[in-house]
């Protein structure tokens, strides 16, 4: 499972992950708010993959049933169901506003310190996901201020704090070929290439993916594998508490993945 399909499926299971911790007695209000959450998904996505020049402009489609344009007729309705949810007044407005924002300013710091060379420590890279991952705290409050709940908004953030630290660590690991040859600068990449610089490591055969045949056999892979071990840790232990029963359970597969990781690194290190 990539990263892509992880993230999405993610995305559109979280409300049903985090429901139990709202007593939802009407279950038309719940459905509604569950469409206008996968409108606005999809929306978000696409614009994501607009920004990382993921999108086919070359096909010869009818421009109407594009991605790009169904993703703007999405997002309408998204809108238009939350207002009807909410009101204009509601404070679920300005909650979204922080977090959209801080995921759109997030994707510009990104490609600004990608161009710039930005060397990344560990508290940029927590930065940098957070942002990534910043629009799944609008549908969480959402289902707050909807319903009665036995949590606080901030109580949820410290539940998925830790989930997406260790989901975009996966990305970084996973996608590392593919972002050195886009110019995607990461956690992971920088961590390399100051390690190859520090060792002064060269490259006179001029080998494929040198880049991350060192990640791999530096040990940097394995203290990312191991720090998103932790943080899934983390989260699924703050998910038993909850008694978030789907959740933990969501995790486990995770942990497989992470297992899969581990069985690489230690077959290419030894």
Known sequence: MSQKTISTYFFTRLLDFI??????RNTETFSDFKNAVDYYTY????????IDGELDFETSSNPADYKLVK??????????ILTGLFGSSSEFWSLMEKYM??????LVVEKQRSA???VHD????????LAKHAPAFVPSGGLILLFDSQVTQERLEQLLTPLFYGMQMLDDMEDFNRDTISGQLTYCISRTRIYIEENQIENPNNLERFEERVFYMSGIARECNDFAEAQFR?????????QLDELVLWIDSMFQMLKHNQNIIDEVSN
């Open 71 to 80: 993703a703007n007729l999405r997002n309408t309705r998204s809108l238009q």
């Open 116 to 118: 710039n060379a930005f």
């Open 19 to 24: 429901s139990p911790l709202c007593d939802i």
């Open 43 to 50: 929306y978000t996505f696409t614009i994501d993959a607009l």
């Open 101 to 106: 924002s801080t995921y759109y300013s997030g």
């Open 122 to 129: 560990l508290n940029s890279f927590k930065s940098y996901a």
């Open 234 to 242: 983390q989260a699924q232990e703050l998910a038993r508490e909850l």
